[in-house]
């Protein structure tokens, strides 16, 4: 009652509104105007006070969908059980640290990323603790506080334990389907190996599988950090790294030298 009293305190003398009365306006806010829920990841959402559904009234009849803020739980979430949280909390834009100008080149390149709606993929490939990890940290940051549905593949152990459910075919394709799908996914690392050693036959497989899905849904958001660069990736697949080439559009940045330098890779 104090609900509808909310909405239209002008009730009947049997203390009830009149339901043709109201709008679908009064009936949507009636609807949503519920006690608070406890927070999921920390996050307080005005709109569905963390319930994580929305109500919508539509010609007096009800439907539901779901809050924007539920993706940004679900993608934290999935951050926190793969031990990323303080990684996302440590790397952001504002800590990367520019002393010199190719880190000012790298960190302008992947804030436009973000912020370009006609982004293809993005490529960050050098040698390890040039920054690639925390520039790409920092766009999963900030692609999941605009709620997007956010997955990352840790190379190394998430290419083993795929390849480790060969014998559960259900299994494997739902989590290679889960980052297939994923409106975003960083690859971290594509292709490391023990010693720099040529990728197996298997772990070109499933490279292919995740990255070929992606090139034919191209308004999926693609991101992958490497030590390899273009040249050697399509030296191990030529499919994979002519793949990448083509959708890195500009944003394909290479470091190598004694000098770090980053260098975008011409199209």
Same mark, same amino acid.
């Given at each position: ?102 880190? @000012?080149?790298?960190?302008?390149? !992947?804030?436009?990323? +973000? /912020? *370009? ?5 993005? $490529?960050? &490939? ?19 506080? @605009?709620?997007?549905?956010?997955? !990352?593949?840790?190379? +190394? /152990? *998430? ?5 480790? $459910?060969? &014998? ?100």
């Amino acid at each position: 009652m104090q609900h509808l009293k909310f909405i239209n305190p002008n009730l009947n003398s049997a203390g009830l509104p009149a339901f043709e009365q109201l709008s679908d306006d009064d009936l949507t806010k009636c609807a949503n105007n519920h006690a608070w829920y406890q927070a999921r990841e920390g996050i307080q959402c005005e709109r569905c006070r963390n319930l994580e559904v929305l109500f919508v009234y539509r010609d007096g009849e009800r439907t539901s969908m779901s809050c924007p803020c539920q993706a940004r739980r679900n993608s934290l979430a999935r951050a926190r059980r793969a031990g990323l949280t303080d990684l996302l909390k440590r790397c952001t834009f504002d800590s990367f640290q520019v002393k010199q100008n190719w880190q @000012r080149v790298a960190k302008t390149a !992947v804030q436009n990323f +973000v /912020n *370009d709606e006609k982004r293809g993929w993005l $490529l960050l &490939s050098g040698q390890s603790g040039c920054g690639k990890t925390h520039l790409c940290t920092a766009a999963i940051g900030a692609f999941i506080e @605009r709620g997007q549905d956010v997955h !990352v593949v840790r190379w +190394v /152990n *998430d290419s083993t334990m795929l390849k480790g $459910l060969s &014998s559960d075919t259900y299994e494997r394709e739902k989590r290679l389907n889960a980052f297939k799908r994923a409106s975003v996914l960083l690859i971290d690392d594509l292709f490391k190996t023990q010693s720099n050693e040529k990728p197996t036959s298997a772990d070109v497989r499933l490279a292919y599988d995740l990255l070929n899905y992606r090139y034919e849904n191209r308004s999926l958001i693609t991101m992958l950090s490497t030590e390899r660069t273009i040249s050697e990736l399509k030296q191990i697949d030529e499919a994979i790294g002519g793949r990448i080439y083509e959708m890195v559009k500009g944003y394909c940045l290479e470091i190598g030298g004694g000098e770090k330098n980053w260098r975008f890779q011409q199209q």
